[in-house]
């Protein structure tokens, strides 16, 4: 690979030893040693006193002196001396006399006694840049011959490729090493997140955790502490790689041994925090937030440490509400005293969306950023979603926005979606799956809302086979279809008001589908059909509506 | 829930729901009884489209034998969607006592 390429007028004696040297740069050694090797063959060729050889460190884009294990670092500039000159010009400099050459400079050229008579100075160069200098001294028989500089220079070649193949395996290596440790800091983060969301009574919770390239310090967590009482956890450590994959990691393990103990939210939050501040390097520090869902009392009970902005999606107005973070991101400084929690009530319909920065500083080819506008126009549009449905359409919203440019952060959400369950609320609302197996659930929960109500019993059969009609519709028109179909209850003057909405579908208007002539004899009636007919006859009033690939049937019905 | 089966007097007996979900299950229980003539409604509390279906598929094949299903001690609500379905112009169907 590396043939020594004949130089005119080399002694053999030379040539034998530039081979020897070359055979041996082709075994694994290290480098020291391989230097080492080198400088030796270079002072026994040349007859000289002393050989040494400085290395350019591509960082500092200083030189460093080799083989001198034990002792203090030297480097040099490249304009110090005849080293510096060599460097600069990668061409041999050969200088008879030192102590005459005004280029030459003791410190560098290391000639602490002032004794030194002459010297070769080779570069070492590969693809045109330096690699790193070979300088020789103190010839036995007077000053180097022409001969000597090509003896150099030949060796110096075989060195250059050797140095520069050993720089390269070695940073490869690093990469991998650094590969590895990211993967195992990668795996030990993912691990900690919840394999499954706990579905708490009239609640809806999402939680998706998209990671960048490289590791970033994000992390989610909800654990359910009783019947009612639910955890949340999102959080965000400062930086890339894998100190805050593990600062997120050690936080959310702390979290979780506090909170098995019983700790309250602001004895949490304390230690926890007093702990991060002993922990984590100065400059770095966990952004969080920090709360517990009562499901009963429908509030949320948090802090939000440097995290934010939170989103409150307000069913009623149907608007997006901006919550700014409660105090500064923790790991800082321990608190001498710390506020109460913050409250946050959640009416039905209503949605608490914990949103990493990842998401709103995502950003499009023209450098403008995804921010809390993207973020609000998806959720205004699908908050009727089931909450892991709206997590995908913000995560697609997100990627669609980007377009071409890399994920730089990692982006986590979660998102807790309170349902219309609750008795005292006008309307209520629950998703059903896209299948016949759904039926008895639907059933059931007209049933209890009719009842809830106090409507009179005389409803619940046509409601329910309207519902059945209009939903078994749904599911026939569109199997394929993975979104779930709302189904809502209204109760206001007497009048019960549902509502079917069917996601990502084509419009299929039930209102004018072709009327039934049940006049008919036997042989002529179609056995199907019948469906749509029979609910235009029993509903009060039955409207159609389709828009954003959703189609929205609402009837209404009297009691008597 | 939703069962079907003989009575003691060879009639048929239909009880609970009949929704899209059961609709196969009555369908077939209907085509294996090679003479159908009865059928009590007595127990079933509510009927879809898809249930409509089964009956009406049931009537074309035992009209095409000269004979006919009677559906008898319908209620109130589900004679409502016969009516509806015009079913009372092709199935003779009597009403539950109230």
Known sequence: MNDIQPAAGLSSAALLKILEVTRKLAAPFDLPSVLAEIGEAAREVLRAERATIWLLDPQSGRLTLTGMAGQPRLDASLDQGILGVTARTLAVVNVPDCQADPRFDPAVDLDYDNDVRCMLSVPFVEHNALVGVLQVVDRADGPFTAEDERVAETLATQCAVFIQREHMTSSLRMAEKLDREIKLAREIQMSTLPSEMPRPPGYDLAGQFCPADQTGGDTFDVVPLDEERLFLLLGDASGHGIGPALSSTQMTAMLRVALRLGADLNAVFTHVNNQLVEDLPEEHFVTAFLGVLDTSRHEVRYHAAGQGPLLHFRAAERECRWLDPTTFPMGFMCYPTLDEPRRLELAP???????????????????????????????????????????????????????????????????????????????????????????????????????????????????????????????????????????????????????????????????????????????????????????????????????????????????? | MFEIRMGEAGEIVMKGRLDAAQCEKALQFLDAVPEPGVVDLAGLEYVSSAGLGALLKTQKRVMASGRGLRLVNVNRHIHDIFRYAGFDRIFEVVRAAE
Request: proline share 4%; glycine share 10%; aromatic share 8%.
């Open chain 1, 349 to 560: 319909g209503d949605i608490l969306g914990l949103i990493s920065d990842g998401a709103f500083e995502s950003e499009n080819a023209a450098g403008q950023s995804f921010g809390t506008e993207g973020v609000a126009e998806i959720v205004c549009r699908d908050h009727r979603l089931p909450m892991s449905q709206l997590l995908a359409k913000l995560l697609e919203g997100v990627h669609d926005f980007a377009g071409k440019v890399a994920q730089a952060d990692d982006i986590t959400i979660l998102l807790i979606g309170r349902q219309g369950e609750s008795a005292d609320a006008a309307t209520v609302q629950r998703y059903f799956k896209r299948s016949f197996a759904s039926l008895d659930a639907i059933f059931q929960y007209v049933e209890d809302f009719l009842g809830a109500k106090s409507i009179d019993g005389g409803l619940r059969e046509p409601v329910c086979f309207i519902v059945e009609e209009l939903f078994t519709n749904m599911v026939k028109y569109n199997p394929g279809n993975q979104h779930d179909i709302a189904l809502s209850l209204g109760h206001v003057d007497e009048t019960l008001t549902v509502r079917l909405i069917d996601f990502d579908v084509a419009p299929f208007d039930v209102t004018r589908a072709p009327p039934v002539d049940v006049t008919k004899p036997l042989e002529e009636r179609a056995i199907g059909g019948l469906g749509l007919h029979l609910v235009r006859q029993m509903a009060d009033t039955i409207r159609y509506e389709y828009a954003d690939g959703r189609s929205t049937i609402t009837f209404t019905k009297t009691p008597g």
